[in-house]
């Protein structure tokens, strides 16, 4: 029997054990301070216990905050030594995120539920799919007796829902000597529900807010003032312009092209019969990682200005979100290559390395240099109310991580 399936029976024998994990972690609810817990110190140290129990290297790279009793927000770093190939590491996250309205969900969401294949509870899969698939897949290697191909590491950060300054912002900042540019990081945090998609790009993200002042007159008397409501349309209608000015595309991600669409707008008078002499709306913008986004913002400022001029009004342009993306991942980094290997083994179908619209924490080590992929399998449950997982996704997603961190 070849050992990448020996390391899948193995991975098989984990049905229950992967149960019973994931009830222990659904009971302790760990919500950060931002979303008014006492943070994710109680289950660090139940999963520090199973990290233990496999014999790993453990070390904690927490990050002070005063906001929470223990004073602390725990991060685990677990280790195994391994072959001399790179070292292979998954970063997953120990917070989740609040319930929301509890009559929204079938059963208690701090209870685990089992239904057949499906598995419910705040935080089944957004990350405990992740941490436990990484969990067992690098369990498979040390109950077969398996060395991994390089060092294995699991890291396990708090905070990833509320901004990451406690988490992995902090653990690469306080370790920065930890991962380097030849490891391969893989981060089971999102992907598609078929398990196929290898996420390795992000676009920028510009969020703008556009503040049009005019005149406010009587509805009977336009000319005596500036109608901020129609400035601001016309700027809306040109917001599409964008397109034909940053028009380079890119076939990573889906759609091609980096997009300019208006979103949301601020309520002006609430009757009829008056002139509006202020108008506010807002601008989402995702725009391909190798465009300046001040380029953009510029771009806007001339035309909206352009505008403005010729309506007699004024207009303020500020950035509420403006975040440049990092470099992406090559999608043939050593890293897209080895998951998709894995992949293509555990699934029997190809891997597709692709570019996403919004940010991912994948961006932190992308930044530093370090090529990282996001990929798990994901049914987009994740924030919902009967939020769950499939056990058997959580099987298959535990052998790539187990072939993965083999090298086989
Ligand atoms: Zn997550």
Redesign the pocket.
């Known amino acids: 029997m070849s050992l990448a399936q020996k390391l899948m029976d193995r991975v098989e024998t984990y049905a229950a054990q992967m149960v019973e994990a994931q009830e222990k972690l659904v009971a302790v609810p760990a919500l950060g301070p931002d979303n008014g817990g006492q943070g994710e110190l109680a289950k660090a140290l139940l999963v520090e216990d199973w990290l233990r129990e496999l014999g790993l290297a453990i070390e904690r790279v927490d990050a002070p905050d005063h906001r929470v009793e223990s004073g602390l927000r725990p991060n685990l770093v677990a280790r195994l030594q391994g072959g001399p190939g790179p070292a292979r590491w998954a970063l997953s996250?120990l917070d989740v995120v609040p319930t929301g309205p509890l009559e929204q969900w079938t059963s208690d969401p701090w209870r685990l539920r089992v239904e057949g294949d499906k598995l419910y509870g705040r935080g089944v899969l957004?990350?405990h799919g992740?941490l436990l698939a990484s969990f067992f897949g690098l369990k498979a290697l040390l109950e077969e007796g398996v060395a991994p191909a390089g060092a294995a590491g699991l890291v396990m950060v708090s905070d990833?829902?509320t901004g990451s300054q406690y988490g992995l912002d902090h653990v690469l900042k306080a370790r920065p000597d930890l991962i380097g540019p030849q490891d391969l990081v893989v981060i089971p945090?999102?992907g598609e529900d078929d398990g196929l998609f290898i996420e390795v790009a992000e676009k920028s993200i510009l969020w703008l807010k556009v503040e049009v002042l005019g005149k406010q007159v009587h509805g009977s008397t336009p000319q005596d003032g500036v109608n901020a409501l129609y400035a601001a349309a016309r700027m809306m209608v040109a917001v599409r312009e964008m397109y034909g000015r940053f028009s380079q595309s890119d076939p990573v991600f889906a759609p091609p092209v980096s997009t300019f669409e208006p979103t949301r707008k601020d309520a002006g008078v609430s009757n009829i019969n008056t002139i509006p002499g202020k108008d506010v709306f807002y601008v989402d913008c995702r725009v391909l990682p190798e465009i300046d986004l001040a380029r953009v913002e510029a771009a806007f400022a001339e035309r909206f200005q352009e505008i403005a001029g010729q309506e007699g009004a004024q207009v303020r342009i500020s950035a509420e979100q403006r975040l440049q993306a990092p470099p992406a991942t090559p999608a043939d980094a050593p890293v897209v290559r080895a998951l998709a290997q894995a992949i293509q083994t555990v699934k029997g179908e190809p891997a597709k390395p692709g570019g996403v619209g919004g940010g991912t924490v994948a961006a932190y080590f992308r930044k530093r240099g370090l090529p990282a992929a996001v990929w798990c399998t994901w049914p987009h449950t994740?924030h919902m109310p009967d939020e769950w997982c499939s056990l058997r996704n959580l099987l298959d997603d535990a052998k790539v991580f187990a072939l993965l961190f083999a090298g086989v």
Do not use: I, L
Request: hydrophobic share 20%; aromatic share 0%.
């Open positions: 996250h957004d990350n992740g990833e829902e945090d999102a994740a």
